[in-house]
């Protein structure tokens, strides 16, 4: 029990200081559990990074999932979650509930508008990172653009299903070729079993049981989402519709990404609007909804994976699917986020100003957050 309080406060600590998305993430993970507790040596940790580069879901949170288990079984891993997301998830439900009564406020009106302006910058910069990493052969950036090309001409939900399922199919077809084996440990069926029974049961519970229909979308969401926390951006925005307006939504984004913690807890906030008669219940529900497929892999497949990505058919559809996710993601940064928060020449000196402030000068991002709020506060007011 002494070990789980640990592994809690431990994460606790870095849930409410570690700005700066996934990547940082794991920059802090590894300060902390490698460099300094020694939990666990640097060859387990990159072995889980990779891992969490494999499966779909939020990477940095299913890093330190696995290290909590790791630590202390089970226990340890939910200990780390819950710590680890704690802070992120009473923040963003703090704004969902209280914000609804601010929203007209001329002052709430202008940090809205600098957030979403800053969104414009942070999904740029997601962008041009992640097409550096998995657009580097001719194959993968034509896939990537092929992915936008389908998304921008069709923004549907069905139409981000084919173009996942059409980069996996020619990855593993570019792929193919002899495996190396590599001896690993067996599978985990269980949470793999409950990992399919949730993703096709939990939609056909929902249509009769409302509060399920909400679970299976962010349940779906979490399950697709390939390449960290912004992706989950597009997936929920088509899933949800018109359930949530543009404005709360990239408003809930933005302040996902300025707040420390994971990203994948913009679902606290969109699970509270959409259950406003009773918002805790539907930020619980999203959250869980979210996080748990992501969880759910891991314990399946951590034992097994080192033999899983020797095969070139399986190692090239991942490589695939994370190239559609480029494209995926630069449809979405122009429809809803560009033409949501950029109304002229202003709005878009902003948005080249902050690409240069945090993407060749490296500026924290808690002070580009409170310059984007100041900013959209005196453009409100100009």
């Known amino acids: 029990m002494r070990s789980i309080w640990e592994i809690f406060w431990r994460f606790l600590a870095l849930g409410c200081t570690s700005f700066g998305g996934p990547a940082a993430h794991l920059g802090y993970f590894h ?26 879901g939020p990477g940095s949170s299913q890093v330190g999932f696995a290290l909590g288990l790791h630590r202390a079984g089970l226990p340890g891993g939910v200990a780390a979650f819950v710590g680890f997301t704690l802070p992120s998830f009473i923040l963003l439900y703090i704004l969902a509930v209280y914000s609804v009564d601010y929203a007209q406020h001329p002052l ?52 981000q299903f084919a173009a996942l399922a059409l980069a996996a199919l020619v990855g593993a077809w570019r792929g ?15 949470p793999l079993a409950l990992f399919a029974l949730l993703f096709v049961g939990a939609p056909l519970v929902g249509s ?4 399920l229909e909400l679970f299976a979308r962010f349940y779906a969401a979490g399950s697709l989402v390939f390449g960290g926390g912004h992706v989950v951006l597009p997936l929920l925005q088509q899933s949800l519709g018109d359930a949530v307006s543009t404005e709360r939504f990239l408003v809930g984004y933005a302040a996902a990404q300025a707040i420390p913690g994971p990203m994948f807890t913009l679902a606290t906030f969109l699970g509270a609007e959409l259950a406003p008669a009773r918002p805790l219940y539907g930020a619980l529900l999203a959250t869980a909804g979210v996080f748990l497929p992501g969880f759910l ?21 991942a490589a695939g699917i994370n190239a559609s996710v480029v494209g995926l993601l630069l449809a979405t940064l122009y429809q809803p986020i560009f033409v949501s928060a950029v109304d002229g020449s202003r709005e878009m000196a902003a948005v080249v100003a902050g690409f240069f402030l945090l993407r060749q000068l490296g500026v924290p991002i808690g002070l580009v957050v409170v310059g984007f709020a100041l900013l959209g506060i005196a453009l409100h007011h100009a």
């Open 297 to 317: 892999l891991v314990l399946g497949l951590r034992r097994a994976w080192e033999g899983l990505a020797a095969r070139p058919r399986i190692a090239g559809a």
């Open 108 to 159: 709430f009106v202008g940090v809205a508008s600098g957030l979403k302006l800053l969104a414009v910058v942070v999904v740029a910069d997601a962008v041009l990172s992640m097409g550096t990493k998995f657009c580097q052969t001719r194959l993968h950036a034509a896939l990537a653009a092929l992915t936008a090309v389908m998304l921008l001409a069709v923004p549907a939900l069905w139409v």
């Open 208 to 211: 009769w049981v409302p509060s």
């Open 176 to 190: 193919a070729g002899a495996s190396q084996l590599i001896s690993a440990g067996g599978m985990g069926w269980r």
């Open 31 to 56: 300060r902390t559990f490698v460099d300094g507790l020694r939990w666990i040596d640097e060859a387990a940790y990159a072995r889980l990074m990779a891992l969490s580069q494999f499966l779909p």
